[in-house]
T-cell receptor, first 114, second 115 residues
Framework: DVKVTQSSRYLVKRTGEKVFLECVQD?????MFWYRQDPGLGLRLIYF???????EKGDIPEGYSVSREKKERFSLILESASTNQTSMYLC?????????????FGSGTRLTVV | AQTVTQSQPEMSVQEAETVTLSCTYD???????LFWYKQPPSRQMILVIR??????QNATENRFSVNFQKAAKSFSLKISDSQLGDTAMYFC????????????FGKGTSLLVTP
């Protein structure tokens, strides 16, 4: 069964900490995505990547960076966490750039910044 | 960025009844894809149904069907014979080549199915 795994289901961090959210997929997908989900705002795209070492800004990249050193792993980095980054973070992957189907989501990481 | 609008933040329906969730979108492109996703309390996003813009026929998946009106840029989801397990957040999403085949989501509709 295809899978996208997010390393933590719940995470509590302090303001100013550097935070890493990890996502791993086992489907050999080329594309990986990070979304942020907030009540009343839906899912908003933070960053995505088509290939190793490549990244593209989404709609709300401010305050975030990403790393993709290996095809199966896509990390979201909060350089200095702030309380307004308290949210649910969802990772997803899809087969390839021109392929509109096969999106698979992780189960989300609920991050609280105190 | 393309805009996806879900105008119903919350809806409620009785078990076995039919409910329709609304979605409109804004694009100047002719080729695109539309999706409805379900997110139950488990948080797992589940694809409910998809529609290719070049297809005139409305997509159907068991109790779920869509009313795709391309000229009106409308993509509503109809759930027939609602079941308690349909209780979830429902998100409408848009995708095309201009978005890099990234899904662009609406704000969601919270659906409650009551006994």
């Amino acid at each position: 069964d295809v899978k996208v795994t997010q390393s933590s289901r719940y995470l509590v961090k302090r303001t100013g900490e550097k935070v890493f959210l990890e996502c791993v997929q086992d489907m050999d997908h080329e594309n990986m995505f990070w979304y942020r989900q907030d009540p009343g705002l839906g899912l908003r795209l933070i960053y995505f990547s088509y290939d190793v070492k490549m990244k593209e800004k989404g709609d709300i990249p401010e305050g975030y960076s990403v790393s993709r050193e290996k095809k199966e792993r896509f990390s979201l980095i909060l350089e200095s966490a702030s309380t307004n980054q308290t949210s649910m973070y969802l990772c997803a992957s899809s087969p390839s750039r021109g392929q509109p189907y096969g999106y698979t989501f992780g189960s989300g990481t609920r991050l609280t910044v105190v | 960025a393309q805009t996806v609008t879900q105008s119903q933040p919350e809806m409620s329906v009785q078990e076995a009844e039919t409910v329709t969730l609304s979605c409109t979108y804004d694009t100047s492109e002719n080729n695109y894809y539309l999706f409805w996703y379900k997110q139950p309390p488990s948080r797992q996003m589940i694809l409910v149904i998809r529609q290719e813009a070049y297809k005139q026929q409305n997509a159907t998946e068991n109790r779920f069907s869509v009313n795709f009106q391309k000229a009106a840029k409308s993509f509503s989801l109809k759930i027939s014979d609602s079941q308690l397990g349909d209780t979830a957040m429902y998100f409408c999403a848009f995708m095309n080549s201009n978005s890099g085949y990234a899904l662009n989501f609406g704000k969601g509709t919270s659906l409650l199915v009551t006994p």
